[in-house]
């Protein structure tokens, strides 16, 4: 029989209901529930009902004879999901109870067909790209982690900026006082680094992101760089002001003046289900209620011409101004 691990936000009583019902809809459908031992504690304790039969992770049940997580909650519990099952093959399939809920597949709303997806198999698995975060102090390396969405360094002290260095590629790109840096991923394109000002990026494109938070600089801009590359931020000694790595804001780390942190792509990706094919557009539109109001749409028309390289590069009632300086320059009186 197939098992599928239950993973709720067991602090809200919301969380548990959804987590009761799918339990009962999974154990309906001829599949065994898997939870937490905790979880399923505060579950038992929350609905003083019959629950039914569970298996319990790591006793009766591993991550290896798990088929796929159903998360309920929040992005913040999709994160944390993500960490129990880092370097597994088990993808996360995630119903949003929280905000904004980028991470999310469905909502609460849509529980019972979601276990019915998980029952039909009728989901894909994306790959989202992850980064290997190292920590070093001097010549040492202090720490080594990974994040889904970011890895971002910031102030320790309310009251004061650090100094940074931002590099790319084992060269430094400015230097500045700042509140801090994210380095991100696209899928954390829409977290962290879109409060600082990064940019949005489809999750299909292959990039790592570099935005400075409230930076002092002329030059502070986003970056957007190969996925190949090694992102840094080493906190200068200059001044005694001391920082701090957080990962996804689950994991962390003090940084000492002198501190170098390093991203890079991680080999280990997450795995996320997903039973919707809706363009990212669409979910960017409708997760950040965005103004659409006087969109017409893509023209649809018999005589539209059909995308092809055999069109001329200029069409007929469009007219070509070349620039000035091309122009015949008018004759000097004195001068031939």
Same mark, same amino acid.
């Given at each position: 029989?197939?098992? /599928?691990?239950?993973?709720?936000? &067991?602090?809200?009583? @919301?969380?548990?209901?959804?987590? %009761? *019902?799918?339990?009962?809809? =999974?154990?309906?459908?001829? =599949?065994?529930?898997?939870?937490?031992?905790?979880?399923?504690?505060?579950?038992?304790?929350?609905?003083?009902?019959? +629950?039914?039969?569970?298996?319990?992770?790591?006793?009766?049940?591993?991550?290896? @004879?798990?088929?796929?997580?159903?998360?309920?909650?929040?992005?913040?519990?999709? =994160?944390?999901?993500?960490?129990?099952?880092?370097?597994? *093959?088990?993808?996360?399939?995630?119903?949003?109870?929280?905000?904004?809920?980028?991470?999310?597949?469905?909502?609460?709303? *849509? =529980?019972?067909? &979601?276990?019915?997806?998980?029952?039909? #198999? *009728?989901?894909?698995?994306?790959?989202?790209?992850?980064?290997?975060?190292?920590?070093?102090?001097?010549?040492?390396?202090?720490?080594?982690?990974?994040?889904?969405?970011?890895?971002?360094?910031?102030?320790? @002290?309310?009251?004061?900026?650090?100094?940074?260095?931002?590099?790319?590629?084992? #060269?430094?790109?400015?230097?500045?006082?700042?509140?801090?840096?994210?380095?991100?991923?696209?899928?954390?394109?829409?977290?962290?680094? %879109?409060?600082?000002?990064?940019?949005? +990026?489809?999750?299909?494109?292959?990039?790592?992101?570099?935005?400075?938070?409230?930076?002092?600089?002329?030059?502070?801009?986003?970056?957007?760089?190969?996925?190949?590359?090694?992102?840094?931020?080493?906190?200068?000694? #200059?001044?005694?002001?001391?920082?701090?790595?957080?990962? @996804?804001?689950?994991?962390?780390?003090?940084?000492?003046?002198?501190?170098?942190?390093?991203?890079?792509?991680?080999? /280990?990706?997450?795995?996320?289900?997903?039973?919707?094919?809706?363009?990212?557009?669409?979910?960017?539109?409708?997760?950040?209620?965005?103004?659409?109001?006087?969109?017409?749409?893509?023209?649809?028309?018999?005589?539209?011409?059909?995308?092809?390289?055999?069109?001329?590069?200029?069409?007929?009632?469009?007219?070509? +101004?070349?620039?000035?300086?091309?122009?015949? #320059?008018?004759?000097?009186?004195?001068?031939?």
């Amino acid at each position: 029989m197939r098992r /599928i691990l239950v993973l709720a936000h &067991t602090g809200r009583a @919301d969380a548990l209901r959804a987590a %009761f *019902d799918t339990c009962v809809s =999974l154990r309906d459908a001829g =599949l065994i529930p898997v939870m937490q031992r905790e979880d399923l504690a505060n579950l038992r304790s929350a609905i003083p009902v019959f +629950v039914p039969e569970v298996e319990i992770l790591g006793e009766e049940a591993s991550l290896v @004879d798990v088929d796929l997580a159903v998360v309920l909650g929040g992005d913040g519990t999709v =994160l944390r999901s993500a960490e129990l099952v880092r370097g597994t *093959d088990v993808p996360l399939l995630g119903v949003n109870l929280g905000h904004v809920g980028f991470l999310a597949e469905s909502e609460r709303s *849509d =529980l019972n067909q &979601t276990v019915q997806w998980v029952v039909e #198999r *009728d989901y894909i698995v994306e790959e989202r790209m992850a980064l290997d975060v190292t920590v070093w102090f001097g010549n040492r390396r202090v720490a080594t982690t990974w994040a889904l969405n970011e890895a971002a360094v910031e102030k320790a @002290d309310r009251e004061r900026m650090i100094e940074v260095v931002m590099e790319v590629d084992g #060269r430094p790109i400015s230097t500045f006082g700042c509140d801090g840096m994210v380095m991100a991923t696209p899928t954390g394109s829409t977290a962290y680094a %879109f409060s600082a000002g990064g940019p949005v +990026v489809w999750p299909e494109v292959e990039a790592l992101i570099m935005a400075p938070i409230s930076a002092h600089a002329l030059f502070a801009k986003p970056l957007v760089v190969a996925p190949s590359s090694k992102m840094a931020v080493e906190v200068l000694s #200059r001044t005694d002001a001391q920082g701090v790595l957080w990962c @996804d804001g689950r994991r962390t780390i003090q940084l000492p003046p002198g501190s170098r942190v390093e991203v890079t792509r991680s080999k /280990i990706p997450v795995r996320l289900a997903r039973v919707n094919q809706t363009p990212f557009s669409e979910r960017l539109v409708r997760k950040f209620e965005l103004p659409t109001r006087g969109w017409r749409g893509p023209v649809k028309h018999p005589e539209q011409d059909p995308v092809s390289s055999a069109l001329p590069i200029v069409a007929n009632g469009i007219e070509v +101004v070349e620039p000035r300086n091309l122009e015949p #320059r008018p004759e000097t009186k004195g001068h031939p």
